[in-house]
């Protein structure tokens, strides 16, 4: 049953309603809308954390079915997640009513080129490098508006900071060639990797949209690339062919500061230092002081399901973490592997989407070889994203022998919401470490199994 609003709107201020409200992504737009005075109300198919936090925050939040009377008769503009079919009742009853209607990229696109935007991609750290080029200019009192794709502690739990400055630091997904509406100033490309191939098809269609992306800088902008990529050193050199006014700025795990960003991070993995390198590279590039830099640096502890701590279970430490891709499972067990080298590490693994499942087979067989033991759970279905049907011969199943084929035991366990915390109880040792890993519905078992 639909409830009521919390508060009625005020005729004075403009009206935006958000479908998919409760997206990391459209979430940190409400409460960028919010901060600018308008009145925000939105909708989302199940309730959540996020819409909980909105709810308290005073945005109107319907729960349920998309109905075209969700969308409120005052509203002035629509905006929608990426997840949207286009025959979406809001949407469809929005543009009928003459209500503009724009994606959630198209929303975002508008603030960029409204700010001086540092927009962080790639295929893997843009929330962790989003995250610390914030505290970056924050120290050095630039004062930015802040969007990212996570919640963080710096930011009081939240996914949004308001600025008072012109700066505006945004993650820019490259989902669907979303980032390919912004119009940044700064562009910060942190990797690129064969992801979202059910769009994409192939790694030359990402490579070329990543270029497109750099085109997209505002004249007189700067392009800050991962030297250690040879996909980014690719494209940059077509950049270059095609006399681009945009300047380039590198950075590598190979530079001198590496090592002491090594010392001063507490976050662990060699990912981290490049995403802090590419941070380090902003900061300069703003005039920033090293000394506030690595400050800003040592400061950041963590983001939510980035290697976050959850407590413990059976003596274990659990960690919860959003990979799903092979490169950042690797990454993340290799950190786990750093920080815990004497320990036992368990992984729990949901894998995310039948496509990529299928797609990233090979990868995924030996993304774990950091693990001592691996526990597989079924895959977790994208609504609207499974398409290939040659994609379903893929299982769990099939992907634990393969693993285990390659040395690292797998074990494929079904009903996890009944049968998982009894494992782990019987299994786990005092001093063990759990890493509960996957971008899907893992996280809601994650918090069951800690509520004991």
Same mark, same amino acid.
């Given at each position: ?69 969700? $969308? ?7 905006? +929608?997640?990426?997840?949207? *079919? ?15 209607? %724009? ?11 409204? =700010? ?21 200019? @924050? ?16 930011? *009081?739990?939240?996914? =949004? ?17 979303? =980032? ?10 942190? #990797? ?6 059910? =769009? ?21 902008? /700067?392009?800050?690339? #991962?030297?250690?990529?040879? &996909?980014?050193? @690719? ?24 090592? !002491?960003?090594? #010392? ?17 590279? $902003?900061? &300069? ?20 399901? @980035? ?14 973490? +959003? ?30 989407? +039948? ?21 597989? %759970? ?33 074990? +494929? ?14 299994? %786990? ?10 971008? !899907?519905?893992?996280?809601? /078992?994650?918090?069951?199994? /800690?509520?004991?």
């Amino acid at each position: 049953m639909q409830s009521k609003p919390d508060t009625m709107p005020n005729m004075r201020r403009p009206h935006v309603h958000l479908i998919g409200i409760g997206g990391i992504g459209m979430s940190a737009l409400a409460r960028f809308y919010q901060s600018r005075g308008w009145h925000v109300s939105g909708s989302d198919l199940s309730r959540s954390e996020i819409t909980d936090a909105l709810k308290k925050e005073g945005i109107h939040v319907s729960i349920g079915p998309h109905r075209a009377a969700n $969308v409120p008769s005052t509203a002035a503009k629509v905006v +929608y997640t990426a997840a949207a *079919k286009t025959d979406n009742p809001e949407i469809s009853g929005a543009k009928r009513r003459g209500i503009p209607a %724009l994606s959630h990229a198209q929303a975002v696109g508008e603030l960029t080129r409204e =700010f001086k935007t540092i927009a962080v991609s790639g295929a893997h750290g843009k929330s962790t490098t989003t995250a610390l080029i914030a505290l970056i200019l @924050r120290r050095a009192g630039l004062d930015p508006t802040v969007i990212v794709g996570t919640k963080l502690r710096e930011l *009081k739990n939240s996914n =949004f900071r308001a600025g008072k400055s012109d700066w505006l630091v945004l993650e820019a997904d490259e989902y669907r060639a979303s =980032f390919l509406n912004y119009s940044p100033t700064i562009a910060v490309i942190t #990797n690129i990797d064969r992801e979202h191939l059910d =769009f994409y098809k192939g790694i030359k269609n990402i490579e070329a949209a990543f270029l497109k992306f750099l085109k997209r800088l505002k004249p007189g902008g /700067m392009a800050v690339l #991962n030297r250690d990529d040879p &996909r980014l050193r @690719r494209i940059a050199a077509k950049l270059a062919k095609q006399k681009s006014p945009r300047s380039v700025i590198w950075y590598s795990q190979h530079q001198p500061q590496a090592a !002491g960003i090594k #010392n001063v991070l507490r976050i662990p993995g060699r990912h981290n230092v490049s995403n802090a390198l590419a941070a380090y590279a $902003v900061g &300069r590039a703003l005039r920033v002081p090293v000394k506030k830099i690595f400050a800003s640096l040592h400061a950041y502890r963590g983001s939510w399901r @980035r290697f976050d701590y959850q407590g413990t279970l059976a003596g274990a430490r659990v960690l919860a973490d +959003y990979a799903h891709h092979p490169t950042e499972i690797k990454a993340t067990l290799q950190a786990a592997r750093e920080k815990f080298p004497r320990r036992r590490i368990w992984c729990v693994f949901q894998p995310h989407h +039948y496509e990529r499942t299928h797609d990233l087979f090979g990868g995924f067989s030996r993304a774990f070889s950091d693990c001592d033991t691996l526990i597989l %759970l079924d895959i977790y279905e994208v609504a609207g994203r499974e398409r290939k049907q040659k994609s379903r011969n893929v299982t769990s199943a099939t992907l634990a022998k393969a693993i285990t084929r390659r040395g690292t035991p797998a074990l +494929y366990l079904t009903n996890p919401e009944r049968r998982l915390k009894p494992f782990l109880k019987t299994w %786990l040792h005092p001093g063990d470490v759990l890493l509960m890993m996957g971008a !899907g519905s893992i996280w809601e /078992m994650t918090k069951a199994l /800690m509520n004991d």
